[in-house]
């Protein structure tokens, strides 16, 4: 069966996508699969795939349509298999909103945070007792687009001062913007992959970007962040971080692979950002940096997704 590696996109993310595919389609030829890249620039050379291909699709494309369920629809009827998680739970993975209230339901921490629109969406609205309770715990604020990736958008913030700015940038990215507590500690990330059927965690990373901030180019420039994998924890901590991150990709349905975002709080208490149904793939990614930790090459990890997609 031959592979289409599905890259590019139109959004903020489609250079980190062009080297995630590039990435992708060099390390399945090499493992001797039938492999070619395809740019998709617009829904409409979507459509066009769709309609005249057939074999395998490996998604890696990031942000809008590629990652949020609508590819991934799309597909589904064309009856053509694909990389990774259905489209319900990329729909749900990639709506922060959506995604953290199933959290939340679940048992899993997520930060504290309301969700706002562009209309009412003033430093006046946000003020009293609701900014109270977000600042309480660090005097902080993540400013975040509710649907983006790549950090694309994102501001934080010491104190009230300047929300109004970090509001309109983020919502240049989406019409709905998250305003969460910042969780002060350290920055982990699990990938989850599944072995026989059964989800399975590879070892945790440590992130430390040497700027302060994971910000889009501490993620994609070379040496803008130091990576501890793996992740220096107790015992303890390493288990309560794997149950979040397993019940995560349980609770949002996820399949062959994703990757959960994490911080650790003062209490060494794990807290989910989110997670990414599509995460890079680039030689600076975190994904290639934890199966090369467990002993599996790039390629063999792509093998991986690609035979447990398939087995789906």
Known sequence: MKIWVLH???????????????AVASALLERGYETEPVDLRNRGDASAFIEKKEGFAFIALHGGW????????????AGI??????????ALAMDKTAGKALFREKGIPVPKGIEVSRRGADEESLSGACLEELLERSGKLVVKPCCSGSTVGVSILDGPGGLGDALEEAFRHDGRVLVEEYI?????TVTVHERHGKPVCLPVIEIRPRGGFYDYGS?????????RVPAPLEESVLKAVEH??????KALGCRAYARVDLRLDDDDLPVVLELNTVPG???????PKA?????ISFGEFLGMVVENSLSR
Not at 184 to 188: A, V
Not at 281 to 287: G, H, I, K, R, Y
């Open 8 to 22: 590019g996109g139109e959004g903020p993310e489609r250079e980190v996508s062009l080297r995630s595919g590039e």
């Open 66 to 77: 590629g990652e949020d369920g609508t590819l991934q629809a799309a597909l589904e009827m």
């Open 81 to 90: 298999p694909f990389s990774g998680s259905r489209h319900a739970s990329c």
């Open 184 to 188: 002060p500690g350290r920055e982990i």
């Open 219 to 227: 993620k994609y420039t070379p040496g803008g962040s130091e990576y």
């Open 244 to 249: 979040a991150a397993l019940g995560s990709y």
């Open 281 to 287: 793939m680039t030689a600076t990614s975190l994904v």
């Open 291 to 295: 199966a090369a930790a467990a002993g």
